[in-house]
């Protein structure tokens, strides 16, 4: 029961901890993982040629084949719906920020929409950079990465030499 206790109460604090803006986040995370499992799962049936023996996990390979056909049948929906709560989302704020300018809470829960079609569009760039990338797509990330960490190597040291 101690055991039992002592993760409960650790679960609770995590989650407690989680909010509108960390979920989104961790959304993109979890995103991230599922692509890039997928993607060294292609990448090992291709080096392999599929001679290791999947059907133990046949279940959970059509559950994730039906994931990817979702979001490939739904894209489009996905998209859209992005771009329209991106200018919903201007219209809310411009709305709660003259009517409601004394309102805190108001004002502060009307950019929520902003940031979720921002992170929704980041979201849609991940799947489809695993959608062109395939197999390769853990490699393609390191890569992007990779570059991303040099140039702000680079301008960092550029900056320094101004200050």
């Known amino acids: 029961m101690g055991v039992f206790t002592v993760l409960t109460d650790y679960i609770k604090n995590t989650f407690s901890k989680l909010n509108q803006y960390i979920i989104l986040q961790l959304l993109w995370v979890i995103a991230i993982y599922y692509f890039v499992l997928n993607s060294l799962l292609d990448f090992i049936s291709i ?6 023996n999947i059907t133990s996990i046949n279940g959970i390979l059509e559950y994730n084949q039906s994931i ?4 490939q049948k739904y894209e489009i929906i996905w998209i859209g719906l992005t771009i329209l709560l991106f200018f919903a989302s201007i219209i809310v704020i411009l709305v709660t920020h003259t009517l409601f300018e004394n309102y805190m809470f108001i004002r502060s829960c009307s950019k929520y929409g902003g940031e979720l079609s921002v992170w929704s569009l980041i979201i849609y760039g991940t799947y489809k950079l695993y959608i062109f990338a395939g197999s390769y797509y853990g490699i393609v990330l390191f890569a992007i990465s990779a570059v991303a960490h040099w140039v702000k190597e680079k301008k960092s040291n550029l900056l320094s030499r101004f200050y």
């Not at 080096?47 to 290791?52: A, E, K, L, R, S």
């Open 68 to 71: 990817l056909d979702f979001l």
């Open 47 to 52: 080096i392999d040629g599929m001679t290791f």
